[in-house]
Structure formats: C-alpha cells, structure tokens
C-alpha cells in the first residue's frame, strides 16, 4: 500500500470529525432544507444498508445484489448521503467541503480496496472489474460467470455495523433543527 493510500485509509474517518463541526458552523439550515436533506439522506442510508447486508469483507469477492451495479455501492451511498447533508445545511461552504472530502478521500481509498482485491481474488476480479463500474452503477446487473444470486442477510447488515451510518445522520439532522431552532429569526 502506498503511503499516500495509507494515510487517506487511516485518516478519513478522524479528519470527519472537525469536518462535521466546520459543516454545522457554515450551515444555516431552515425546516424545508433539513426534510429535503433528509430524504436523499435515507435514500443514501438505504443503498448502504442494502450493501452492507451483502458485503462479507475480506472473505469473499461480492458480486451480487447492489455490487452487480457497481463495485462500490457503500460509497455511492455515501456520496448520496453527503448530497442529503449538503443540502440540510443548506451552506455552499458545507457543501463544497463536503464534496472536496468526498472526492479526495473515497477516490483514493476506491483504488487502494480495488488493489488489495486484485491482490486477493486475482482473475475474479478482473473480470469483475470489466463488467462493473467501479463508481457510477450500471442500469441491469453485470451477468458475471460463477456467482450466485446471493442474498441480503440482515446477520450480515448488523456485523458490518452499518447501524452506525444511520445513527450519525439522524444525530447531524436533530443538531441541524437545534441549530435552526434556536438562531434567531
């Protein structure tokens, strides 16, 4: 792993803690726009979910279910997640942090997962990676030679922890209503 690869790897969850306090001090949130984030939020959380029911880290090359559209369905869940908290802000400047973090972040961390695949499953995943977008999902699932159908699993949900991403939303939301709440109007 690069030492770059290992910084963003080892960082981007520490370095979104400060990023979270300089969001809520641009953000000037007013009902509609926190409802409205909220919405794309869940869609965000939902496609997490969705993947996370799936995903068997480090055991197995997943290629089914939401990984049949695209390689990595967590983090098109976070980018939609950070849509629906760039716009509960309802900040340009929380919003383009938000976007910057993003970008620089998960591209780096995207491609050091895809190497250490290509390390583990070799061939598998080429072949994968040829029919699958890495970001942006495809329209019909990639029909790849040898997978199962495979199934969500809620066993599976719970052991990635992904309760967790839900819980972090609901919280930015509740502060962003006390921040609209008690500023003065």
């Known amino acids: 792993m690069s030492a770059a690869g ?41 496609l997490r979910a969705f993947a996370a029911g799936y995903l068997h880290k480090q055991a197995v090359l997943t290629i089914t279910g939401p990984y049949a559209h695209t390689r990595n369905p967590l983090y098109f869940g976070s980018c939609i997640l950070v849509l629906g908290t760039s716009i509960a802000a309802h900040s340009w400047v929380s919003g ?37 977008p890495l970001f942006f999902p495809r329209i019909t699932p990639a029909k790849l030679q040898g997978s199962s159908p495979g199934n969500f699993s809620f066993a599976q949900y719970r052991k990635n922890h992904e309760w ?22």
């Open 6 to 46: 290992a910084f963003f790897t080892r960082w981007r969850v520490r370095l979104g803690y400060p990023l979270a306090i300089a969001v809520l001090f641009f953000s000037r949130p007013t009902p509609w726009s926190i409802l409205i984030g909220a919405v794309i939020g869940a869609a965000g959380l939902f």
């Open 96 to 132: 383009i942090l938000l976007v910057a973090y993003f970008a620089l972040f998960y591209s780096i961390v995207m491609r050091r997962e895809e190497n250490e695949l290509r390390m583990h499953h070799g061939a598998a995943f080429e072949e994968y990676a040829r029919a699958v």
């Open 164 to 185: 967790q991403a839900g819980a972090g939303f609901l919280l930015l939301l509740v502060i962003l209503f006390l921040i609209w709440y008690l500023r003065p109007h």
